[in-house]
T-cell receptor, first 112, second 116 residues
């Protein structure tokens, strides 16, 4: 069974640009969550999607958005990139019957 | 609001020695508790989890953790560490609902260094 797949693994963007990250959950998992990991703030919850609906959102500005498709794949978008958005973005998927979250390897975003 | 505290930023242990990583949490109800491990450049791997029942839980790679409600703690232990255990360890707390409507709250992590 394939794990959580995040693409791309690495990205370099310029301030002011926007970026889209992709996450394919484990087959059969309908919940997808996104986290930002930085050396200063650690791991912080961005948002969670379930059956194409955002169920909860962390304390991030509106520049951070996401969506989920009918096949449970999810994308997150960051607009008007700032230097402080440089981070490892992790996606996790979860089944309805299991509270264990399975994480992908992450997308390393560098904003220059 | 929930929070997780891992008081040790770095811990150095000799190979073969025992290990205990500390975790304290603050949560309004009985939470789900997790320990994850992260190797450099990698995602998070679940070591073990506590939902209810026996307060001593066994995980993968020889790790165990003990839930102590009175101390709001969930410390991770291993009787004998191996050089491959060198990594970043994160304690996390999640909602009891299990539906995952709220995200996990993580501690800042403990960096484990293994001395030969």
């Amino acid at each position: 069974k394939a794990g959580v797949t995040q693409t791309p693994r690495y990205l370099i963007k310029t301030r002011g640009q926007q970026v889209t990250l992709s996450c394919s959950p484990i087959s059969g998992h309908r919940s997808v969550s996104w986290y930002q990991q930085t050396p200063g703030q650690g791991l912080q919850f961005l948002f969670e999607y379930f059956s194409e609906t955002q169920r909860n959102k962390g304390n991030f500005p509106g520049r951070f958005s996401g969506r989920q498709f009918s096949n449970s794949r999810s994308e997150m978008n960051v607009s008007t990139l700032e230097l402080g958005d440089s981070a490892l973005y992790l996606c996790a998927s979860k089944s309805q019957t299991n509270t264990e979250a399975f994480f992908g390897q992450g997308t390393r975003l560098t904003v220059v | 609001a929930q929070s997780v505290t891992q008081p040790d930023i770095h811990i150095t242990v000799s190979e073969g020695a025992s290990l205990e990583l500390r975790c304290n949490y603050s949560y309004g109800a009985t939470p789900y508790l997790f320990w994850y491990v992260q190797s450099p450049g990698q995602g998070l791997q679940l070591l073990l989890k506590y939902f209810s029942g026996d307060t001593l839980v066994q995980g993968i790679k020889g790790f165990e953790a003990e839930f102590k409600r009175s101390q709001s703690s969930f410390n991770l232990r291993k009787p004998s560490v191996h050089w491959s255990d060198a990594a970043e360890y994160f304690c996390a707390v999640g909602p009891i609902s299990g539906g995952g409507a709220d995200g996990l709250t993580f501690g800042k992590g403990t960096h484990l260094i293994i001395q030969p």
